[in-house]
């Protein structure tokens, strides 16, 4: 089973500040097969990125994602107040039940 | 649009059974698998089970399988999880997500259910 490992596990920035989330694998992620969630308080995780680098529908372009093989890294590049949140990356393609990483908490500084 | 909505959840006592649902409009259901995930509280989130689009294969994580099942109907596009044997770790929020299917590959969840809460106690 490939295990994810994020960090930091908390971030504490300021809203116009770049965020940087990374997410390590303990072995390579083929095809770069790795998502990337955004999850508020009570609420449905919601997709932001998959294959890496690719946004869903409606995700504003300050996220982006990058990475292969065992390093990916999620960036946020002006945070607005709504992006506070809990962040999640997920791989997928080894099992019918993919894998998520502990989540990072980005925080209000 | 996409909607997915569980109900089901609730108090029970370790060693009890409950089944959920999951209730899909908006989008052909018959032609996407179908994964539940949970989160427990303050914890981040867990792979449960996976079914097919025709409910013809599914899976489990090892710490709920001959436990749980899952299984659907497509005439009703409904998602259900059946728990059995419950104990305290299970306590979790339960949600239903739509996969993604790349080939023959599962992987993203592209729309997630508002989930529904199970309580395991005494």
């Known amino acids: 089973e490939i295990v994810l490992t994020q960090s930091p596990g908390t971030l504490s920035l300021s809203p116009g500040e770049r965020a940087t989330l990374s997410c390590r694998a303990s072995?390579?992620?083929?095809?770069?097969?790795l998502a990337w969630y955004q999850q508020k308080p009570g609420q449905a995780p919601r997709l932001l990125i998959y294959g890496a680098s690719s946004r869903a529908t409606g995700i504003p372009d300050r996220f982006s994602g990058s990475g292969s093989g065992t390093d990916f890294t999620l960036t946020i590049s002006r945070l607005e107040p709504e992006d506070f949140a809990v962040y999640y990356c997920?791989?997928?393609?080894?099992?019918?039940?993919?894998?998520f990483g502990q989540g990072t908490k980005l925080e209000i500084k | 649009e996409v909607q997915l909505v569980e109900s089901g959840g609730g108090l029970v006592q370790p060693g009890g059974s409950l089944r959920l649902s999951c209730a899909a409009s908006g989008f052909t259901f018959s032609s996407y698998a179908m994964h539940w995930v949970r989160q427990a509280p303050g914890k981040g989130l867990e792979y449960v089970s996976a079914?097919?689009?025709?409910?013809?294969?599914?899976y489990y994580a090892n710490s709920v399988k001959g436990r749980f099942t899952i299984s659907r109907d497509n005439s009703k596009n409904t998602l259900y999880l059946q728990m059995g044997s419950l104990r305290a770790e299970d306590m979790a929020v339960y949600y239903c997500?739509?996969?993604?299917?790349?080939?023959?590959?599962?992987?993203?969840?592209?729309?997630w259910g508002q989930g529904t809460l199970v309580t395991v106690s005494s």
């Open positions: 997920q791989q997928y393609g080894s099992s019918p039940l993919g894998t």
């Open positions: 079914i097919s689009s025709n409910g013809g294969s599914t």
């Open positions: 072995q390579s992620v083929s095809s770069s097969y």
């Open positions: 997500a739509r996969v993604v299917v790349i080939g023959y590959y599962y992987s993203y969840n592209d729309y």
